[in-house]
């Protein structure tokens, strides 16, 4: 069993490293990646985080159905909302997440990737939700964020008739930012993180949160809620820091308080 977690200079990079069931997930490993993602969110060294998969095939299929097929669950597991919980399945982490779509993303794995912030595909990666070919649903909010990350008919097509977009087809859309090379892979989403890092981390943290939250909250609450946050913010010593590095001309190093 392996989820893999590196950190180096404030940026978390996490493998699902089971290239052999096509990095698809059983309870352990679900068990395992939750932990890695407790970190990221607990962690005041992680200030970003990128999660990919090992191999050059596949991202992630998700849940590895051979294991959960017949597997018996009591019936009060379903009110513990928070055990084992996945960034695809409510935890909330404001920290930064970018995706590193080494291969096909299907299933769980497109799932992880729509609760992703920024996302980078190999070329002749592939993406698709084909649970309704299988009698199931695409769970852990994949029948609700891709309505809220692309146009209707367009997310109807991917969650209605199952079937797989490549990348190019997922960036004219907006589900990835980038499509590269895969040697550039890894450099490009974690330059994407670097970056970040090297931001005010309560900034980058509540323009996160705030931008999520901003979901299911009318204009006017969004943005009293905004105003409550900026003052906030004004008054840390990551603020104060930046205003001292502007007049001496120099980049702040900021310190996350």
């Given amino acids: 069993m392996s989820i893999d977690f590196e950190l180096n200079e404030g940026v978390a990079l996490i493998t699902i490293n089971r290239p052999e069931r096509a990095n698809a997930l059983d309870a352990e490993h679900y068990a395992a990646l939750s932990a890695a993602w407790t970190r990221v969110r607990d962690d005041d060294a992680v200030r970003a985080a990128v999660i ?59 799932t992880l990737m729509l609760a992703t912030d920024l996302r980078v595909a190999v070329k002749g990666a592939r993406f698709g939700l084909a649970e309704v070919k299988r009698g199931i649903i695409a769970a852990n909010g994949g029948t609700q964020r891709i309505v809220k990350q692309l146009p209707y008919a367009v997310a109807m097509e991917m969650l209605l008739l199952g079937e797989e977009i490549d990348a190019e087809t997922a960036q004219r859309w907006g589900l990835v930012n980038r499509v590269v090379e895969r040697d550039a892979l ?44 900026n003052l906030v913010l004004q008054g840390s010593e990551d603020t104060q820091r930046a205003k001292d590095a502007f007049a001496a001309k120099r980049q702040p190093a900021f310190e996350g308080n």
């Avoid at 090297?198 to 105003?227: C, F, H, I, T």
């Fill in 52 to 110: 990919t998969g090992a191999g050059e095939k596949v991202f992630s299929a998700g849940a590895d159905l051979k294991s959960w097929i017949g597997r018996k669950r009591k019936l009060s597991d379903h009110w513990l909302t928070q055990k084992d919980a996945l960034l695809n399945r409510g935890l909330e982490i404001w920290k930064p997440v970018i995706a590193a779509i080494n291969g096909a993303c299907v299933g769980g794995g497109m």
């Fill in 186 to 229: 890894i450099p490009t989403a974690m330059e994407f993180a670097a970056r970040i890092s090297r931001n005010a981390p309560l900034a980058v943290q509540a323009a996160k949160e705030l931008a999520v939250r901003s979901y299911e909250l009318p204009l006017s609450d969004g943005l009293r809620l905004e105003q409550y946050v």
